[in-house]
């Protein structure tokens, strides 16, 4: 909330007839439909035309709130009080309310109109008067109630919201992206994935697989893809605003909790009486892939721009050093030779002594290793099945058990029933553990589908680029063993993938 500034004292009093208006409308909240702008602009006009007002201007002021924001320091009135206080007589608002909600700003303003010779008028309060040193004292005593009224109805919709969080049930507030709000069996509304989920589930393949967050964004970007903002903006009947994807939506989507469907609340993630977290969804992924997509999005080459070129390097963390070091593509500088080779990044430190490896042959290298051995095989698909394990879950309550026991010895329990509470909270999570532990774990595996196509026609339809993220994805790599300007010695690590291919070829040969 800005600091509060005292009210302008400066403008050019009316010498008119006193008959000049200006209609100001207030609203907190875009979704009130009580108190309406076009309802607040229709009374107000209705007044000014059967009190022979002419109406000069309107002070709109949408998601304001008069609470935090006095009269002076909001964006449409305050403009008119300290810019354009000659251009009008009076303030005309549909009720005192949408003009102040506390006795002290009230008072600034009776002040304010008294010294510029305004009045201020509400449409709907026929006996609303800061003229007489007797309404402005009844108008500051409606002041305090509507401030109580505000605080009342803050805390209620305060507790209302944390009742809601607690059932797993939506606030209201935008939907997040892939799912939507439907009614729940039990009153109110609850989240359920809608049909942008299924989009979620392919980025999130994707990234596991290495492609670039970036190289979504693009594509999003070309396909013209509505953004969660104009999904939401749909679904509340307003216009598109068509503003593109950014690379902080997609990273935002796809490292919330909602994927698991999990409710966080001030960064931390609720849980019930038992200690179990809240959920507000059904889960679209597993943990265990939830968890697995995290560590691709961290160890994604933080956010590296991918774009599709026709001289792309096809083994970029796919290619390493004896020393371990990945290969950087380095360009030809001099213009009397175009080669572009693959370096080692550790030469780069002064940590390593090998030469480079032509950026051409390696990659040559690769694809006919990988043709001459794989090319006639029909292609596999690797389907992850997660096995069961609550590893995470269990390091989840260990963590939450230590923050309970950190907020107890910093005094945070030191009231009356404080040692009740902390009890209370330590045995759910309790046995909120003793439950984990006791549930079976099984071994995730990977199950190999057949795709009907051979290695060799699938390689042939991959751009350069995206062979690179299908042998990341495969987990293929290479270690250049040796590496001058003139020969190259490889030893491969094939991956399960071509592991389990090798081994058909092997049982068909």
Not at 124 to 145: K, L, M, R, Y
Not at 292 to 305: M, P, S, T, Y
Not at 439 to 464: H, M
Request: glycine share 6%.
């Amino acid at each position: 909330m800005p600091p509060r500034k005292q009210a302008p004292r400066s403008a050019v009093p009316s010498a008119t007839d006193g008959k000049r208006a200006l209609i100001v409308i207030r609203l907190s909240n875009m979704t009130d439909t009580t108190t309406s702008p076009q309802r607040q602009r229709a009374i107000c006009e209705d007044y000014c035309r059967t009190n022979g007002l002419t109406i000069v201007g309107y002070a709109k002021d949408l998601d304001i709130s008069a609470t935090e924001y006095a009269p002076w320091d909001r964006p449409e009135l305050g403009k008119w009080m300290s810019d354009r206080a000659s251009e009008f007589d009076a303030m005309v608002f549909w009720r005192a309310d949408r003009l102040v909600r506390n006795a002290g700003d009230l008072t600034s303003m009776a002040d304010w109109s008294r010294k510029h010779g305004k009045r201020l008028v509400s449409a709907s309060e026929p006996n609303f008067d800061v003229i007489t040193a007797t309404g402005e004292g009844i108008a500051t005593i409606q002041a305090v109630f509507a401030r109580m009224e505000s605080e009342a109805t803050r805390a209620r919709v305060m507790s209302a919201k944390e009742a809601r969080r607690k059932q797993g049930k939506w606030n209201g507030s935008s939907a997040p992206y892939g799912f939507s709000p439907v009614p729940a069996p039990d009153g109110g509304y609850r989240l359920e994935p809608d049909e942008n989920h299924v989009r979620i589930l392919e980025w999130a393949d994707a990234v596991i697989g290495g492609k670039s967050r970036f190289a979504i964004v693009e594509e999003l970007r070309a396909a013209k893809v509505p953004t969660p903002a104009d999904v939401n903006n749909a679904r509340m009947g307003r216009p598109a605003r068509g503003n593109p994807w950014t690379l902080q939506a997609v990273t935002k989507i796809l490292t919330s909790r909602i994927l698991i469907g999990e409710t966080v609340h001030n960064g931390e993630v609720l849980r019930d009486d038992k200690g179990a977290p809240i959920l507000r969804t059904s889960p679209i992924m597993s943990r265990e892939k939830w968890q697995r997509l995290q560590e691709a999005i961290n160890n994604n080459v933080r956010g590296q721009k991918s774009t599709q070129r026709k001289n792309a390097s096809m083994l970029l963390r796919i290619a390493f050093c004896k020393c371990g070091e990945p290969l950087y593509t380095k360009k030809a500088t001099n213009k009397y030779n175009k080669t572009d080779y693959y370096v080692c990044y550790g030469r780069q430190k002064g940590a390593c002594d090998a030469l480079y490896a032509r950026k051409d042959r390696l990659e040559e290298y690769v694809e006919a290793t990988l043709l001459d051995r794989l090319g006639d095989e029909e292609i596999s698909r690797a389907v992850h099945i997660p096995g069961e394990d609550h590893t995470a879950e269990l390091a989840d309550v260990a963590e939450l058990m230590r923050k309970t026991r950190e907020e107890r010895r910093k005094g945070h329990y030191g009231y009356p029933g404080g040692d009740e509470d902390f009890e209370h909270e330590i045995q759910a999570l309790i046995s909120r553990r003793k439950y984990l532990a006791s549930l079976p774990q099984t071994e995730a595996r990977t199950d190999y589908l057949p795709t009907g196509q051979t290695f060799r026609d699938f390689w042939s339809g991959l751009t350069q680029e995206d062979k690179g993220v299908y042998l990341r994805e495969v987990e293929f790599k290479i270690h250049v063993t040796e590496m001058t300007t003139r020969f190259t010695n490889v030893e491969v690590t094939w991956g399960s993938t071509f592991e389990h291919m090798l081994r058909r070829v092997a049982e068909h040969s």
